[in-house]
């Protein structure tokens, strides 16, 4: 068995982080006697771009697969839900094909430490800070990238849930309102985990925001398949195609419910370099697709109405609310952190992040940032 080596590596995996090994035999004995036709000799790689739950590509001979489970230590009830992720995957690609399909999933804790679940593995390449020369070379790389993610959520929305039998995922009426209540209890439950120096005034931004945010809820429109974190950097390209995503990933927060909440989220990601550095609306989450040259917000959301018959008059709501989301996400990761249940660097810095993630939130509310 292989961890970490060299062989076999690609570009969208590296060696295992210390600290973030797993049991490989028993998963490897349990793989092999659950599914079939697993020849030749094992080793495990980490995708290691990901921010919360561990995903890894095992191997045995030349067949790929990929595992995932949530990470480490105390995780925020109801989130990294790997069986709902696996029900979404074992059914959504018959009518998305961008959705790679799930094989397995394993509740037995025993294994790896977590529940898990297994998926194809795709060949391509996720794009973070530049588009990747195997996708694109030319100037207008970008731009063609981000229309390709917009033109995937709108195809996404069009999904019948019933169509591949995920009409009960989840109870569409009342959706808003839950994620919303959802959402405040867990920035609650780590909202006073910081060290620092700014803790304070960070906390009380937020609930300002949390409140404006639960006092202007519009009314929904239409229900539909909701990814629930839909970004560029869960989007999939290959070779040669910047104008087609082609796979989706990260849906265990999947459900049914208010499809502009996806739009939301996406917008809350989305870099636009119209805005001047000091304004608000230019800092979004995602640092590496900060630098990338897309099409600013104004040309993104005419494209998706372009493809929409849906009111978009509360779109900078719905922003506010995937920037409201986000913010509590980074407060999670960093208290798990701070907590010292995490090996990855990269999380420490997610608090810094906190504050003017809020602040765009204030702004797009229409509130003093």
């Not at 999933?105 to 294994?111: E, F, G, M, R």
């Not at 194809?120 to 970008?142: F, L």
């Not at 929904?220 to 950097?233: E, S």
């Not at 900060?290 to 779109?315: C, G, K, N, Q």
Request: with cysteine.
């Amino acid at each position: 068995m292989t961890s970490g080596a060299q062989t076999g590596l690609t570009p969208d995996v590296a060696p295992v982080r210390a600290g973030e090994n797993l049991d490989w035999p028993a998963l490897e004995t349990y793989l092999r006697a659950e599914l079939p036709d697993l020849d030749g000799p094992f080793s495990v790689f980490q995708f290691p771009r990901g921010s919360a739950n561990l995903t890894y590509r095992v191997t045995f001979g030349d067949k790929h697969l990929v595992v995932r489970r949530p990470p480490l230590g105390q995780v925020a009830a109801a989130a990294h839900d790997m069986a709902r992720e696996h029900r979404v995957l074992a059914r959504l690609y018959t009518a998305y094909p961008r959705a790679p399909r799930a094989y397995l999933h394993c509740a037995d804790t025993a294994i790896v430490g977590a529940e898990f679940f297994v998926s194809e593995y795709r060949r391509g390449h996720v794009v973070w800070d530049h588009v990747p020369a195997e996708i694109s070379t030319g100037k207008d790389a970008s731009v063609r990238v981000g229309l390709a993610v917009i033109d995937a959520l709108a195809e996404l929305h069009d999904v019948d849930p019933a169509s591949c039998d995920l009409q009960d995922l989840g109870r569409p009426d009342g959706f808003l309102q839950r994620q919303v209540d959802g959402w405040t209890r867990r920035w609650a439950a780590v909202a006073d985990q910081s060290v620092l120096d700014d803790a304070a005034q960070t906390r009380a931004l937020v609930d300002e925001v949390a409140s404006r945010i639960a006092t202007g809820l519009p009314r929904t429109q239409r229900a539909g398949i909701v990814h629930n974190d839909f970004k560029i950097d869960n989007c999939q390209f290959v070779d040669g195609d910047p104008d087609h995503v082609a796979a989706v990933f990260d849906w265990d927060m999947a459900t049914l419910g208010d499809s502009l909440a996806d739009f939301g989220t996406l917008l809350n990601y989305w870099p636009d370099h119209t805005l001047s550095a000091d304004d608000p609306g230019a800092f979004v989450a995602a640092s590496a697709t900060r630098a990338l040259d897309l099409p600013d917000r104004r040309t993104v959301v005419e494209r998706y109405a372009s493809t929409s018959s849906l009111d978009l008059a509360d779109i900078a709501w719905y922003e506010a609310f995937g920037c409201w989301r986000t913010v509590v996400i980074l407060q999670q990761l960093y208290a798990r952190a701070v907590r010292g249940e995490s090996a990855d660097p990269r999380m420490l810095q997610r608090g810094e992040m906190v504050a003017p993630l809020a602040r765009r939130a204030l702004a797009l509310l229409g509130g003093q940032a």
